[in-house]
């Protein structure tokens, strides 16, 4: 039923998601943003997943290359399994990226997909080097929960901080701060993550 199901099954639904996208990637060139996240889409639990992930693909390469040449790159996300069944690692991105063949199509590396399928920072740049280029650097609670400010989980984000500047990541960082606990006041979380931020980095 969304519009934005990358792995979407049929014409009708698949030319609908292609014109999402492009409406994306058009607003992205327009107001001069170089990247678009993305994920590769949800399956049928009743179809295998080989289907849903060669839909998936086809699709990626289509908005990629109409991405491209308007100077847009396209950040792919992994997911956690409660949400997708069909990229979910370090290397199921790896190998959708080399599926799709595509040079504006690059990785996003998520904290909370990352610690769910046990991948570290090391797993995503040794398999994937240079196309990461974007980061979700959220808190993650013992019990699991994800999208977290700095400093509501129990992760050492500092360590993390550390790693990427060991990998030697110049790319874009973001806080994805997506739990209930903060749709009421998101400019507050946003604040404390880069209070935190700050006092890591000393400023």
Known sequence: PKPWNIAARGEESR??????????????????????MVSSG???LNEPIEDAWARSASMLRSIAEYAGPRGVHLVLEALQ????????????????????????????LDMGAMAVAGDTIDDYFDLLGDDVAHVHFVDIAADGTTHL??????????????????????????????????????AAADAQVMAEYRRAIGA
Not at 20 to 36: P, T
Not at 84 to 107: C, E, F, Y
Not at 161 to 185: H, I, K, M, P
């Open 15 to 36: 030319a609908r998601t292609l014109a999402y996208f492009k409406n994306v990637v058009d607003i992205a060139a327009e107001l001069g943003a170089d990247q678009v």
């Open 81 to 108: 399994p409660v949400e997708s069944m069909i990229v979910n690692s370090a290397a199921d991105t790896k190998r959708m990226i080399d599926a799709v063949g595509h040079p504006a199509l690059k990785a996003c």
């Open 42 to 44: 949800w399956a049928f």
């Open 149 to 186: 400010a700095w400093g509501d989980g129990d992760r050492d984000m500092r360590a993390d901080l550390d790693g990427l500047v060991a990998r030697g990541y110049c790319g874009v960082v973001s806080a994805e701060t997506y739990d209930e606990q903060y749709f009421a006041n998101p």
